[in-house]
């Protein structure tokens, strides 16, 4: 028999039997489909989802409006643009505090056609403003929508906070905030306490573990 008959047999005979072999086998081994949008999993605790900016246990914000997530990012997706807090009261007497310490993040945007959810806006943040979630469902149908604002990303009112403007609940200046010397002024549970101590206590914990 010749050479090429020979290979002529194999690749008509046993190379089909040999791809069903793996078909087969397979068969067999566990299922690592996942069949998702109807069921769900979990991310890993560490998954680059969307952005939060975050609060403190009063409610006010952790972003100073320093830009340095936006100057650290490699695609230009982030646009802040801080403004001064002031304790006098506006016109109409309300309080134009939105954060301890002197700046606020007055206009905070992440551009998700951009962010390529690198994670180095995050280590940029000196207040730990800034953090990341697991939510991964950032699709959209117009590029509008997938501009987010601040308002899409601060993170929820807790039990305990208080939708900012309004005056430092837990200390004298932003020194006690950053120290967490919140005995200055709030001591009431009901200031410092539920679901947002619970978080301040994840914050510190997850910092030293950094
Ligand atoms: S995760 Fe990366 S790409 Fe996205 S905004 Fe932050 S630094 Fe920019
Ligand atoms: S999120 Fe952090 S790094 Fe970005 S402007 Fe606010 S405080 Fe500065």
């Known amino acids: 028999m010749s050479e090429s008959s020979s290979k002529g047999i194999k690749e008509s005979l046993w190379d089909p039997v040999a ?3 793996v078909t087969f086998r397979t068969m067999f081994k566990k299922v690592v489909t996942e069949q ?15 952005h939060q900016l975050n609060r403190w246990p009063d409610g006010l914000e952790k972003c100073i409006g320093c830009e340095l997530c ?5 695609a230009d997706a982030i646009y802040v643009e801080g403004a001064s807090n002031s304790d006098a009261p506006d016109a109409d007497g309300n309080s134009q505090r939105f954060s301890p310490g002197e ?21 940029a943040c000196p207040t730990r403003a800034l953090t990341m979630t697991n939510e991964y469902e950032l699709a959209d ?11 899409d990303l601060l993170a929820p009112l807790l039990p305990g906070m208080e939708e900012p403007p309004h005056a430092m609940r837990l200390g004298d200046d ?14 009431d549970p009901a200031v410092v306490g539920g679901e947002a101590q619970a978080q301040e206590q994840w914050t510190s914990a997850s910092e030293k573990e950094a």
């Open 141 to 151: 149908n117009n590029r509008a929508d997938l501009i987010y604002e601040k308002s």
């Open 36 to 50: 998702y949008p109807f069921e769900k999993l979990p991310t890993a605790p560490r998954f680059h989802g969307r």
């Open 103 to 123: 700046r606020y993040g007055a206009v905070y945007q992440i551009n998700y056609l951009r962010c390529i959810l690198c994670g180095l806006c995050i280590e």
């Open 70 to 74: 936006a100057w650290a990012c490699p």
């Open 174 to 187: 932003e020194g006690d905030y950053y120290r967490g010397n919140y005995s200055a002024r709030a001591t």
């Open 19 to 21: 791809g069903f072999g």
